[in-house]
């Protein structure tokens, strides 16, 4: 069992920075692959970004590449996403999700919301 909780959302500024931090407890950390989601009013939770338990390994969604930077630190056993640029459309409920094997994420969090004003 692991458990997750997000923190660092809030309120900014079109153009704005926020980054985000996901707090693992329980099992080890570094065995689970690890994802942000996110899900704007009225709309479907998409894909935010990940990263493997290969050191280095990091997919983003098309919307955020070259804006977001997703990283780890094992040692810490806490997932970072970096947000910079922000825009209106980046509004949402931020989650951290984990899964020993990807897509199948069985841990989540209880999100974080971030909003960012025009």
């Known amino acids: 069992q692991v458990q997750l909780v997000e923190s660092g959302g809030g309120l900014v500024q079109a153009g704005g920075s926020l980054r985000l931090s996901c707090a693992a407890s329980g099992r080890t950390f570094s065995n689970y692959v690890v994802a942000w989601f996110r899900q704007a009013p009225g709309k479907d939770r998409e894909f935010v970004a990940r990263?493997?338990?290969?050191?280095?390994?990091?997919v983003y969604a098309n919307s955020v590449k070259g804006r977001f930077t997703i990283s780890r630190d094992n040692g810490k056993n806490t997932v970072y996403l970096q947000m910079n640029n922000l825009n209106p459309e980046d509004t949402g409920v931020y989650y951290c999700?984990?899964?020993?094997?990807?897509?199948?994420?069985?841990?989540w969090g209880q999100g974080t919301q971030v909003t960012v004003s025009s």
């Open positions: 990263i493997s338990k290969i050191v280095g390994i990091t």
């Open positions: 999700a984990a899964a020993t094997v990807q897509p199948d994420y069985g841990y």
